[in-house]
């Protein structure tokens, strides 16, 4: 019935209208940048006799601005054709054959076909991490990894159902828009870091010709600081609750939403991947949370996604669950995403009847 998708799929699609406002925030970001380069520049060389920092960086930026969204739009497509092979680089990954791995590509082949999707690259990382993520742009690019410590501590089902999520962030555009995004938040951090490395090498004259140019230096590096750390929060915010959507499709491609929770909670604080970069870190299935809990982190706590799939996919805790997160209580709110879902969403599935019943 088509009241029984509208939790899911108007999910989806909202948080693609988000995602968008997103990634225009962040070539905002990059303008701001800018600006604040340009100003922190002009304030230590100096502007024409007459005019003030400020005002020549302003009418400067609009000339330039043309520019600064071509070049941005030129390493945006720069990272989409090399972004597979660059974090296969720098997270150790190596792609393997269908005759290395047989029963892995028969799982993601078959959940591909109930779909209709095209079958992505399969690659693996020797790590005992418990860990994976999805890659690429297009259907050329698309490849799911996993660690060899996942691969060797879950069962078929569970990793049937890792595979799974990862898959729902790919029909969901969640990978292409997180690629952007790592791309863009990059251009800013490279910027911030060489400036603010190179901070105390700038002086400020007392040349009368230069007048403003001490407060235009302090704008800029505060404008840059600021752009610097809105970049990582929309970064941040672009995965964080994507996580419920691919948990939802997840089941809804494996029918099985208890695997899923045996999933989350073997790998729950061992999914760290060694000399793995945070914005791969940030891609993965599961990214443990710092001493901050969760306020910061790109992903909700384990806590919270079995809660949702507790309460709205039928899911069940396993008699003796692993270690993992805190003993969850079925009281406790939901997240937003997961509560629509159980009104609505096509993995809602009703609970074993009591015994007897």
């Not at 680089?89 to 005759?99: D, L, Q």
């Not at 591909?112 to 690659?123: F, Q």
């Not at 990059?186 to 004259?205: A, D, K, Q, T």
Request: glycine share 8%.
């Amino acid at each position: 019935m088509p009241g029984e998708a509208f939790g899911l799929y108007t999910h989806q699609r909202n948080n693609r209208i988000r995602s968008v406002a997103l990634i225009v925030g962040l070539f905002l970001m990059v303008y701001l940048t800018v600006w604040g380069v340009m100003l922190v520049g002009y304030g230590y060389i100096g502007v024409p006799r007459g005019r003030t920092v400020l005002s020549f960086v302003n009418q400067r930026f609009w000339s330039w601005l043309p520019f600064v969204t071509l070049g941005t739009a030129a390493w945006v497509l720069i990272g989409f054709k090399v972004n597979v092979g660059l974090i296969e680089a720098v997270s150790g990954a190596e792609g393997v054959t269908r005759e290395a791995q047989p029963k892995l590509y028969r799982m993601l082949e078959n959940l591909c076909i109930s779909r209709g999707m095209v079958t992505p690259k399969l690659a693996i990382i020797q790590s005992d991490a418990l860990n994976a993520f999805a890659s690429g742009v297009n259907d050329k690019q698309f490849t799911v990894t996993l660690t060899t410590g996942l691969i060797e501590q879950l069962n078929d089902a569970e990793i049937e159902a890792v595979i799974a999520h990862e898959l729902t962030h790919i029909r969901n555009g969640d990978v292409r828009l997180m690629v952007i995004a790592v791309v863009i938040a990059g251009i800013i951090s490279f910027v911030g870091e060489v400036l603010f490395r190179n901070l105390g090498r700038v002086r400020i004259s007392s040349d009368g010709d230069k007048k403003g140019s001490g407060v235009a230096i302090i704008l800029g590096f505060a404008v840059i600081a600021v752009a610097w750390l809105l970049a990582v929060l929309i970064r941040l915010s672009l995965s964080r609750a994507r996580e419920y959507l691919a948990d939802a499709g997840a089941v809804e491609l494996t029918k099985n939403p208890d695997a899923m929770i045996s999933a989350l909670l073997k790998i729950s604080g061992r999914a760290d991947i060694d000399n793995v970069p945070s914005g791969v870190m940030d891609m993965c299935f599961e990214n443990d949370p710092d001493d901050f809990a969760d306020l910061f982190s790109t992903h909700p706590s384990v806590t919270k996604r079995v809660q949702a799939l507790v309460q709205t996919a039928g899911g069940r805790l396993p008699p003796q669950a692993p270690p993992g997160p805190p003993k969850i209580s079925e009281r406790q709110p939901l997240p937003e995403i997961a509560q629509t879902s159980a009104t609505h969403g096509p993995w809602s599935r009703p609970t074993a009847p009591p015994p007897g019943s």
